[in-house]
């Protein structure tokens, strides 16, 4: 095809113009599978055009070669997904919290941490000093206090050291189990791993602890009456 204003425009260009921008769009993707599916999506575009018009076999065989491992690939994840298994608590952690994640990436999230039985009196976290674990409460109950002053309870649902952990300073209030608790914890340097490795699991766990946030302040809003 020659160099011209006339064959940027022709059939075969704009099939190759097509090629491009389904790659561009790509790499627009946050997902991995879209991503991946708009990579073949493209290669099979840059194949036609490719055998049709430019009739060039390297370009031919360079992405055929990219299509079947984007699809190896997404067959990978596939099986991964299906194969990944959860015990009741870790479901219910993963659909209220955890549901931006894949269920691949959930499996390996949550292999991260470790389930544990705290019984009353148990220290989450001491006020002032570093907290060494992000813990997600899925039974009982946590006491807050601030200088020894009860001033809130987490419940079921919540994270507690969240704040502290993911900004990096020390705790601004203590956490005691006040009634025998189940709760998932992963320690603070994983995490700070995580963000470095896979940078897309900490989004979803910052995701999950906004939402539970904001059912933190709407409960605190019904317990708080009105201003007149």
Known sequence: MELTIESAFSTG????HFSYLLLVASMLMRAM???????IA???????Y???????PIGVFWETL??????????????????????????SFFNDRLSSLSP???RRLLNLGVWVDGTVDTTLAIQGQAVPHLVYLTQGEVEIFVSERLVGHCHPGNFIGEM????????????????PARYWVL??????????????????????IAQDLRNKVESANRRTPADA
């Open 13 to 16: 260009g704009l099939v190759g």
């Open 33 to 39: 599978t879209p991503l991946r599916i708009l990579v």
């Open 42 to 48: 493209s290669a099979l575009v840059a194949i036609t």
């Open 50 to 56: 490719d055998l049709i018009w430019l009739k060039d």
């Open 66 to 91: 990219l299509v079947v491992i984007n699809v190896i690939q997404i067959g990978r994840e596939w099986y991964e997904n299906h194969r990944s298994r959860f015990t009741p608590e870790e479901k």
């Open 104 to 106: 691949r990436e959930a």
């Open 164 to 179: 502290s952990v993911l900004g990096g300073t020390s705790a601004s209030a203590t956490a005691r189990v006040s009634q």
């Open 187 to 208: 320690a603070t340097e994983r995490l700070a791993k995580l963000r470095d490795t896979a940078p897309e699991i900490v989004n979803a766990i910052e995701l999950g």
